[in-house]
């Protein structure tokens, strides 16, 4: 197994309301020319929480930190018009923080990152630090 040092949170950067499955982001990620989908897990609009990549596989998320790193994007993260905002349905703010909360004990010195604190983008469009709990 490799290490994990981080979880990173992403969000699909795809309209609020918008349904966007495994299958979706598996394409988008195979027509960039990566192995599939880069994240490892993704949450859904209802709260629903798919496995993506297989955890013991690095990502393709963050450039610098997949390898020692687990990618969770929600779906959503633009308004209407297309700018950045947190579109989290509580659904999915419910099933991220149970997610990150079984990751932490699974991992017990993992930290947790928004994309945003590595790149230059607005991903996740929120504040990860109210995660920590
Ligand atoms: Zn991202």
Redo the contacts with the bound molecule.
């Keep these: 197994m490799r290490p994990i040092k981080e979880i990173?949170i992403?969000?699909t950067?795809t309209v609020e309301g918008k349904m966007v499955r495994v299958s979706d982001v598996d394409r988008w990620h195979k027509a960039k020319g990566w192995n599939g989908i880069g994240y490892h897990y993704l949450i859904g609009l209802c709260g629903e929480v798919w496995q993506g990549r297989k955890i013991e596989i690095a990502g393709a998320?963050?450039t610098g930190h997949n390898q020692h790193s687990i990618g969770i994007?929600y779906v959503g993260g633009l308004d209407k018009a297309l700018r950045p905002k947190d579109t989290r349905t509580p659904l999915q703010t419910a099933a991220l923080q149970q997610l990150i909360k079984e990751l932490k004990f699974k991992y017990p010195n993992v930290s947790v990152h928004g994309?945003?604190e590595f790149?230059n983008?607005a991903?996740?469009c929120f504040d990860v630090k109210e995660l920590e709990v």
Excluded: F, G, L, V
Aim: a positive charge; hydrophobic letters at 25%.
């Design positions: 990173i992403h969000c950067a998320h963050c994007c994309h945003r790149a983008k991903c996740p």
